[in-house]
């Protein structure tokens, strides 16, 4: 479904990532784990063609992800997600629809359904100016799920949410996982990660330190957190 | 049906482009500003104009306002182009559309493709409506039928695609005021050059360059060049306004300017295009 063959970014002087290789399977629930400054958004950036990889090669459903066809049937969150303030959360998940090549009609069915899903009922009309950070978000995860992708690239998806609306997003992820829908994971909620996630990659410093499933990162006796630790710190 | 495939994103970002723009307050009270001028110059064609002692005649009057409207229209327009123009891209990052349409299997130049028809379509329909107002005050209030007004009001729609794109780059490569204020430069430049190129056909300048102490100079300088080449935005507009005039001829010669502009707007949009391939999307 992914796949990062040595890929490499350097701005300037500074190496955001170095030399990075994994792939990620399809219908896998897969996060990747760094701290600030690792390279992780960089890499996302990378995967949707936000920034241009300075050496090696990214690909999404085996489509070279400079490729606009690649990002068909993938849905994206962005951290501190923005949404125009003079538009409602109604006609921006329409507009999402819209720019998916979907009819009116046939848009509007999908918009009903997604409000539903991400529990904004009653809240979809009025203009996002007036939303909490944490409706935003919903709404841009309602505009990622928009078309029914097979991918999903979410990056930090539960910024700005209270633990309730973590818990809702995180029932609502695992039941798009049940659905085989392959999830690329960018948090730094180690605890929610160990919950839900098959497999990570840590990477710091945009080296890859670590790729393999969750049960074989965290050895008995110890959480995702301690490993994470001992890891970054070297 | 791969033509279609490929034009369908560019009406979507179109379709938002206008809207998103209409939306805008301060485009809303330009619009309206702009129009309540245009209907107030009204009253200057019902005054008495006298030149040389000879009063003129109502007809030459309206014909004389009208161009003259027709330029300063154009002239204003361009500036309000370039204003909606060097902010289009920062928004857009900003308000998380940007971000939001690439991530769709949309590919780069249909969505800045898309801009650029955006905001020349805005552009254009706010020119030809405030031409629209003058060609219908004269036609019906003045019975002045000048049938070649809407006509020129189109081919000065050259110039608006020129100052988007020229401000759509220039915003890639510096801030947006210092973006917009080099295209009104390019503009300033160019008025004045035309300017002092038509004093210097005068008959007075003539006899100065050919007094017997005047030092000969050679028929290609550097000048010549640069002016030659500049941006030929005021020429669009003297060409476009001897349309008005009904029965006009045109040498080959006299639509330079256009193909001048429309050689730039070719050359700057595969600059921007370019550019914009290689723009880190936030």
């Known amino acids: 479904m992914i796949k990062l063959k040595n890929v490499t970014k350097l701005y300037d002087s500074l190496t955001a990532v170095d030399d990075v290789s994994f792939s990620v399977t399809p219908g896998e629930y897969f996060a990747l784990l760094g701290p600030n400054g690792a390279g992780k958004t960089t890499i996302v950036k990378m995967l949707l063609d936000f920034t241009r990889p300075s050496s090696g090669s990214l690909s999404l459903s085996g489509i070279s992800s400079l490729q606009a066809e690649c990002r068909k049937s993938v849905g994206y969150l962005a951290e501190n997600h923005h949404i125009p303030a003079s538009l409602s959360g109604w006609h921006y998940l329409l507009r999402c629809a819209e720019l998916l090549d979907m009819d009116r009609s046939e848009a509007t069915d999908h918009c009903k359904r997604i409000v539903e899903l991400i529990g904004m009922q009653g809240r979809e009309n009025t203009k996002v100016g007036t939303y909490s950070k944490g409706m935003v978000q919903r709404f841009g995860l309602g505009a990622a799920l928009m078309g029914n992708p097979k991918l999903l690239i979410l990056d930090e998806p539960t910024s700005g949410l209270d633990p309730i609306g973590i818990r809702e997003i995180r029932l609502l992820l695992e039941s798009l996982k049940d659905q085989g829908m392959t999830i690329f994971l960018n948090s730094h909620l180690l605890s929610e990660v160990e919950k839900i996630c098959d497999t990570a990659a840590i990477i710091n410093r945009g080296k890859l330190l670590v790729k393999d499933t969750i049960s074989a990162i965290v050895k008995d006796g110890e959480t995702l957190e301690d490993v994470f630790v001992r890891l970054v710190k070297g | ?205 003539q006899a100065i360059l050919q007094q017997p102490g005047a030092q000969p100079h050679s028929d290609v300088t550097w000048w010549k060049a640069v002016y030659f080449c500049w941006p030929k935005l005021l020429g669009v507009q003297q060409l476009a306004s001897s349309l008005i005039e009904s029965g006009s001829s045109h040498e080959l010669g006299s639509i330079y300017p256009f193909i001048n502009v429309l050689f730039y707007c070719l050359i700057l949009g595969a600059l921007l295009f370019k550019r914009f391939r290689s723009e880190d999307i936030v």
């Not at chain 2, 040389?52 to 027709?70: E, H, P």
């Not at chain 2, 028809?117 to 552009?123: E, Q, V």
Request: net charge positive; aromatic share 10%; proline share 1%.
């Open chain 2, 1 to 205: 049906m791969e033509t279609s495939k490929a034009l369908s994103p560019i009406t979507r970002v179109t379709k938002y482009t206008l809207i998103d723009e209409v939306q805008q307050r301060s485009f809303v009270v330009m619009f309206v500003t702009c129009a309540i001028c245009v209907f107030l110059v009204r009253g200057c064609y019902q005054g008495n104009y006298m030149v040389n002692g000879q009063s003129l005649d109502a007809a030459t009057i309206v014909r004389t306002l009208s161009k003259a409207t027709f330029h300063v229209i154009g002239a204003g327009v361009m500036v309000i182009t370039a204003l909606l123009s060097m902010r289009i891209f920062r928004r857009d990052r900003n308000e998380g559309m940007q971000a939001c349409i690439l991530s769709k299997p949309i590919a780069r130049w249909q969505y800045v493709t898309g801009k650029i028809l955006g905001l020349w379509a805005l552009s254009v329909l706010f020119m030809f409506t405030l031409h629209g107002i003058v060609f219908f005050i004269t036609s019906i209030n003045l019975k002045v039928f000048m049938p070649g007004y809407l006509v020129a009001s189109i081919l000065c729609s050259i110039n608006l695609l020129f100052v988007i794109i020229a401000v759509l780059l220039l915003s890639l490569l510096m801030s947006d005021i210092v973006a917009f204020l080099c295209l009104l430069a390019v503009g300033a430049i160019g008025f004045v050059a035309d300017g002092i190129a038509a004093a210097s056909h005068s008959q007075i300048a």
